[in-house]
């Protein structure tokens, strides 16, 4: 479990995160949406972008899963490993697993993934950004096949913060600031830039988000699957999260831009 103390001290930026979701692995918490019909073109081409603080370091986490289906083609996650390092993968390929390490507790970290499948370059259709940079140094690396579909956009769950499939392997820390945008495979710049001090730091969003894509704010306390939940969707879209086994005292202000410190 995670507690927030004192804050430290804060960048100063033009756009500033008011909240972010607490998730603690003990309560086996996720948000959970499924769009009410597949979108082809987003599930070859999408974006995922989400600042995230871990809270428990060397478990088995799932960031997010997009997709209900346990096979190829309706199923795509991210997850740290025991071993801390980012996996991104479906239900029978990993994809991208990185080299480097996620074990800083006291940091924010900026996570985009970005897929196209249609992309006539092997290479280009999953790509991995940390903080801004796209990760190269890869444990392992393989290509979905050219026009592939993925899970997301799937008409079947979409999760944040456990994998719906096997119903655990819960998050323990916090997510801010998440954008999942269909029909475009986007750097990411498009979500932060670089301030005068060299510091990779949030930048808001202002291009579509397509028909199943997203944006969660965490800004209510409410447990509907409504505007007023914490799992609400202000991309314009409405497509509001359910919320699983998380309270109001879990939406907080520790945020990328007004970090915490934690023990």
């Known amino acids: 479990m995670v507690f927030s103390i004192l804050p430290a001290n804060t960048e100063s930026a033009a756009y500033e995160i008011e909240n972010s979701l607490r998730f603690n692995d003990g309560d086996n918490p996720k948000l959970a949406f499924t769009p009410s019909s597949a979108v082809v073109a987003e599930r070859k081409t999408f ?43 479906d239900s029978g390929t990993i994809y991208r697993e990185t080299n480097r390490l996620f074990r800083d507790p006291s940091a924010w970290y900026h996570i985009v993934v970005a897929v196209d499948t249609t992309d006539g370059t092997a290479d280009n259709r999953v790509k991995v950004y940390v903080n801004g940079v796209q990760e190269t140094s890869f444990a392992t690396s393989n290509n979905p096949s050219q026009n592939d579909q993925k899970g997301f956009s799937d008409d079947s769950e979409h999760t944040i913060g456990r994998t719906g499939i096997d119903n655990g392997f819960s998050l323990d820390g916090y997510i801010a600031d998440f954008n999942a945008v269909g029909g475009s495979q986007l750097a990411p710049t498009s979500f932060g830039e670089t301030n005068d001090n060299g510091v990779w730091i949030p930048k808001n969003y202002t291009g579509s988000h397509g028909t199943n894509g997203f944006f969660l704010e965490f800004k209510e306390t409410g447990t509907s699957q409504n505007s007023s939940g914490m799992g609400a969707d202000t991309s314009g879209n409405d497509n509001h999260f359910a919320v699983t086994n ?17 023990f």
Do not use: H
Request: hydrophobic share 40%; with cysteine.
């Open 47 to 89: 974006t995922i972008s989400c600042w995230v603080k871990r809270g428990i370091i060397s478990t088995v986490q799932y960031l997010w899963e997009m997709g209900g289906n346990d096979n190829a083609n309706d199923r795509f996650f991210a997850r740290f490993d025991a071993s801390d390092k980012l996996k991104i993968s």
């Open 246 to 262: 998380l309270a109001a005292t879990d939406i907080t202000t520790d945020t990328p831009t007004n970090n915490f410190a934690v």
